[in-house]
C-alpha cells in the first residue's frame, strides 16, 4: 500500500509549482511521469520549453484523469472552482493534496467535491521567495524546509504523501488544520500584512521624502520592501480565507504597538529596553532551530 | 586647507566604531595614526588584541587631546554625557563627528560643549547589521553605502570630512537635521519598532504555540527575528530621541493598518488586492537603486 506515487500532476505552474516539477526532474526517477495544467497559456507554453515536465496538458482534465498524486499549487481563493471542475475526472484511489497557505478554507473549499474514492490530504510547504510565475521556480526550494500535512491520523496515504514531500527534500510535520492556521498567522501573514502597510505608509509621503526614503532605503525598511513584493492574488486570498486567525493575532499586535507607543511618548526608557532585550532569545532559538 | 585627518580619535568601540577602526587599517595609511576609547575595560581589551588601532587608551582623554577627527560611536543617548567629559580635551582646530542614527538630539546634546575653535558636524552612515559589540566590526562595512553628513552649507572641514568617509569606501551626502530624521523615522525606526513589536506579540503566545512559531518560523517572521536582535540600548536610545519624527510616522502606520484590518474584517478583496500591487513598484525602485 506504501507505494510510490507514479503519476503526478501539478495544477498551478508558479513558484511552488514549477519547484515541485524541477525537484521532481532532478530526481531523475524514469518510474515517474508527470502532468503539468496551468489556466495560463502562456505559463503552460513557459514550462513547457523549461522541460520540466513529461507532458504539459492544454486541458486539466488530461492533466488529471491518469494521475495517482494531483497537486493543487493554485491560490487558495481559486481552490473552491478548480476542484469543482476536477472532482469528475479524478482516478479511483488517487490522492488530492494542494499547498495553500490557509488551511480551514481549503478544506472546506476543497472536500465537498472530493469524490467517495479519493483522497484529500491538504499540506502545505513552508518555503517561498519574494518571486512568483513560472521562471521563479528552482529544485533546491523545499531542501530542509518543513513541508505540514494536515491530518489528525496517520494513514497509509499520509506516509505516502509524506514520503513523497521528504524527496523533494523537506521535513514533513504533520499538524491540525486550525494549529496551523494560527501558527500561520503569526509567523507569516501578519508579518506581510504589516511590511505591506509600512511600505505603503512610506509611498504616500510627499514626493521629495518618498524619493529619499527609496534613496536611502536603510536596512529594515529594505527587508519589508522585499516582504511586500510578494504575489498580490495570493496574499489578498490569504487574508480571505484566514482572516479569523489573522485579525486575533492582529488584536494581540495592535495592543502591543500601543504599549510601546505610549513609553515612547512617555520617554520610558526602562520600559523600552526590557522590551528589546526580550526579543533577542526568540532569534537565537530560531538560530538554534536551523531554521534562519 | 583640505587636508586629510592624520590622528582620528574612535570613542565607541562597537560595531561601528570598530567597523571605521577596520576599514582604516585596511587602508595602510602609514601617515594615520588611531586612538581607540570605549568605557567598558573589556572591549578596549578586545580590540587591543585586534590590533586594528596604533593606540587603545584606558583613559578617554588621552585618546582625545591630540586628535584632529574626534568620531563619537556611541549609543546617542551617551552623547551629552561624553560630550561633556571631552570638552575641554579639544584641540583646537579639532573636527568632532557622530555616527548616531538621531541627528536634532545629538546636535542639542552635543553643540552646546564644542569650544569655539572646534568644527562639530554629525553624521551617520547608514550601515550596519543586527549584530553589536566590539567583535561584530569589519572593513567593508561602509562600501557602497551612503554616509550622511548633516550640514546646510559645504564648507572645507565638511569637504574633508566627506573625503574621509569615502575613503572609508561610503557614497557621501548632505541632508538637514531635520529631513535626516524624518526619512530614518520611516525607514529604520519604525520598521525596528514594528520588527520588535511582533517578535515580541509571538513570545507572549501559550507555551506549545510559541514553541512551534520558533520551529515553523516562516520568512517574515525569521526577517522581523532578525531585525528585532539588534542592540537593545542603542534601539531605546534612538526611540527616545527621535520621538517626535517616529510617532507622526507610526500614526500615519496605524491607520493604513486600520484600513486594511477593516478590508479584512469585510472581506474587500479588490481593496487589499490594490494595497498589494502598489507595493511592488516601490520595492522595484530600490533595487533600481541598487539598494537593496
Redesign the interface.
Known amino acids: 500500500m506504501n507505494q510510490k506515487f507514479k503519476k503526478i500532476s501539478v495544477i498551478g505552474l508558479g513558484l511552488i509549482g514549477t519547484s515541485i516539477l524541477h525537484a521532481m526532474t532532478a530526481n531523475k526517477d524514469e518510474e515517474v511521469t508527470t502532468f503539468a495544467y496551468d489556466i495560463n497559456p502562456k505559463h503552460r507554453n513557459t514550462v513547457l520549453n523549461m522541460q520540466i515536465a513529461t507532458f504539459v496538458c492544454d486541458n486539466i482534465h488530461d492533466a488529471i484523469s491518469e494521475a495517482d498524486l494531483i497537486i493543487l499549487s493554485i491560490p487558495v481563493?481559486s481552490m473552491k472552482t478548480v476542484a469543482s471542475v476536477i472532482s469528475s475526472s479524478l482516478k479511483d484511489g488517487a490522492v488530492v493534496t494542494d499547498t495553500g497557505s490557509t488551511k480551514s478554507s481549503v478544506i472546506n473549499d476543497v472536500y465537498p467535491f472530493i469524490p467517495k474514492n479519493v483522497f484529500f490530504i491538504p499540506s502545505h510547504p513552508?518555503a517561498?521567495?519574494?518571486y512568483s510565475g513560472p521562471k521563479s521556480g528552482f529544485s533546491s526550494l523545499f531542501e530542509n524546509r518543513?513541508w505540514?500535512i494536515i491530518s489528525n491520523k496517520q494513514t497509509d496515504q499520509t506516509k505516502r504523501l509524506a514520503n513523497f514531500f521528504s524527496n523533494l527534500g523537506s521535513i514533513v510535520?504533520t499538524?491540525s488544520a486550525e494549529?496551523h492556521d494560527?501558527?500561520?498567522a503569526?509567523?507569516?501573514h501578519?508579518?506581510?500584512?504589516?511590511?505591506?502597510?509600512?511600505?505603503?505608509?512610506?509611498?504616500?509621503?510627499e514626493a521629495d521624502?518618498k524619493n529619499?526614503?527609496?534613496?536611502?532605503?536603510?536596512?529594515?525598511?529594505?527587508?519589508?520592501?522585499?516582504?511586500?513584493?510578494?504575489d498580490?492574488?495570493m496574499?489578498?486570498?490569504i487574508?480571505?480565507n484566514n482572516?479569523e486567525a489573522?485579525?486575533e493575532?492582529?488584536q494581540?499586535?495592535?495592543e502591543?504597538?500601543s504599549d510601546?507607543?505610549k513609553?515612547?511618548?512617555k520617554?520610558e526608557?526602562e520600559k523600552?529596553?526590557t522590551?528589546?532585550?526580550?526579543?533577542?532569545?526568540?532569534?537565537?532559538?530560531?538560530i538554534e532551530?536551523g531554521?534562519?
Not at 529619499?212 to 510578494?230: C, E, L, M, P, Y
Not at 522590551?275 to 530560531?286: A, D, M, Y
Open positions: 481563493g513552508l517561498g521567495t519574494e518543513y505540514l510535520e499538524v494549529y494560527k501558527i500561520l503569526i509567523t507569516s501578519l508579518p506581510h500584512l504589516i511590511a505591506y502597510t509600512i511600505v505603503g505608509t512610506a509611498s504616500d509621503l521624502l529619499d526614503v527609496i534613496k536611502f532605503s536603510a536596512s529594515g525598511f529594505r527587508d519589508f520592501t522585499r516582504i511586500a513584493a510578494s498580490p492574488i496574499w489578498r486570498d487574508f480571505l482572516s489573522v485579525l493575532m492582529l494581540r499586535f495592535n502591543d504597538l510601546l507607543q513609553a515612547i511618548r520617554k526608557g523600552l529596553h522590551f528589546f532585550s526580550r526579543t533577542r532569545s526568540i532569534r537565537k532559538k530560531i532551530a531554521q534562519h
